[in-house]
């Protein structure tokens, strides 16, 4: 009923786009940021917060690469796993995709298991952490193996957004 206003002079890089809250901890948030192309620079960062939001450390930018963020989703039986949906720049000299974020104890890595021109968002069906879904422009992709090999269905729709329901998965 009451919004309280936290992370007061947190310098994120550029706009938060997207959040997702660690379903085994309410207290991990995970925030995504791009910039939208403002004064031309194409950039974005994964950012992570332990503590509900008061802190936050950069886990991954793009900024480098060209690159930016558009969705993170946590990997609901896996804290230490999220994938990011992003797009590299239009050039064509980094393509991105999706990255699956995670840490192997001493730090956190980033691979690309699907690299793609854009993916705009990125869900786990919240009843199979192995499934998870992905919109691009003109197609909507389905891993049933957590990420690692994709089924695409084309489409004549540009899906920005994606949610699979809580109860009826058909």
Known sequence: QTWEQMNLGVDFDFTVVDMDIDPQNSNTIWAVTNSNRAGGVWGGTLYRSGNGG????????????????????????????????????????????????????????????????AVLDVSFDPQDPETLYASSPGSIRKSNDAGATWKIYENDYQFRSLTVHPGNRE
């Open 54 to 117: 008061q802190n936050w450390e950069k886990i991954y930018s793009l900024t480098p690469y060209e690159g930016a963020y558009y969705a993170v989703a946590v990997k609901p039986d896996d804290s230490k796993t999220v994938f990011t949906a992003s797009e590299g720049d239009t050039s064509g000299k980094y393509e991105l995709g999706i990255i699956k974020h995670y840490f192997d104890g001493n730090q956190w890595k980033h691979i690309l298991p699907y690299i793609s021109d």
